[in-house]
T-cell receptor, first 115, second 116 residues
Framework: DAGITQSPRYKITETGRQVTLMCHQT?????MFWYRQDLGHGLRLIYY???????DKGEVPDGYVVSRSKTENFPLTLESATRSQTSVYFC??????????????FGPGTRLTVT | AQKVTQAQTEISVVEKEDVTLDCVYE???????LFWYKQPPSGELVFLIR??????QNEISGRYSWNFQKSTSSFNFTITASQVVDSAVYFC?????????????FGKGTSLLVTP
């Protein structure tokens, strides 16, 4: 399917476990992002990537790891899940062409619960 | 510091009323982008509009219109003749030129409920 997809859509895990959230986009957008959405906080940036093999921290990176070996994929790993990481996670992608910044398109989200 | 303020947490209107969602932003950049996104109850984030800082022309798209005023650092969103399907959380977002990664700073959202 064209667009941006996330998997799984729902995940329940236990404290201390490692969990990976997947994100895949078919547009070949250079930029990809991970946000988390929590009540009262809106959306906050976790990590972003400007291209394959280029990643950087956002506002709330602690406890998360990302990688981007291919342009289309941007997995987010929680190394040792904590209850505070219970959230809805959104992946997004966007393109920048000749200095023009285009809008971000979001995946459907992954609802993660850490018990 | 919050760079995007959506002071209205919740708004409730009756169908066919007009409603304006406020967005005030803060930036020192002269080049920046503003956005509105819609998040319906199903949870996805839907892009509505992008506006760059050099384009203050207001925009209308069907029942939606946007008023961008640099003098007051505001980018307000009006829905004319609201419908039940407009019920959603609406987010205003800012992308600053100096912000590495082109990431968006989101406001906390305004929850709009349109009742029949």
């Amino acid at each position: 399917d064209a667009g941006i997809t996330q998997s799984p859509r729902y995940k329940i895990t236990e404290t201390g476990r490692q969990v990976t959230l997947m994100c895949h986009q078919t547009w070949s957008h250079s930029y990809m992002f991970w946000y988390r959405q929590d009540l009262g906080h809106g959306l906050r940036l976790i990590y972003y990537s400007a291209a394959a093999d280029i990643t950087d921290k956002g506002e709330v990176p602690d406890g998360y790891v990302v990688s981007r070996s291919k342009t289309e994929n941007f997995p987010l790993t929680l190394e040792s899940a904590t209850r505070s990481q219970t959230s809805v996670y959104f992946c997004a992608s966007s393109d920048v062409v000749s200095g023009t910044y285009y809008e971000q398109y979001f995946g459907p989200g992954t609802r993660l619960t850490v018990t | 510091a919050q760079k995007v303020t959506q002071a209205q947490t919740e708004i409730s209107v009756v169908e066919k009323e007009d409603v304006t969602l406020d967005c005030v932003y803060e930036t020192r950049d002269t080049t920046y982008y503003l956005f509105w996104y819609k998040q319906p109850p199903s949870g996805e984030l839907v892009f509505l509009i992008r506006r760059n800082s050099f384009d203050e022309q207001n925009e209308i798209s069907g029942r939606y219109s946007w008023n961008f005023q640099k003098s007051t650092s505001s980018f307000n969103f009006t829905i004319t003749a609201s419908q039940v399907v407009d019920s959603a959380v609406y987010f205003c977002a800012l992308r600053e030129y100096s912000n590495s990664g082109y990431a968006l700073n989101f406001g906390k959202g305004t929850s709009l409920l349109v009742t029949p």
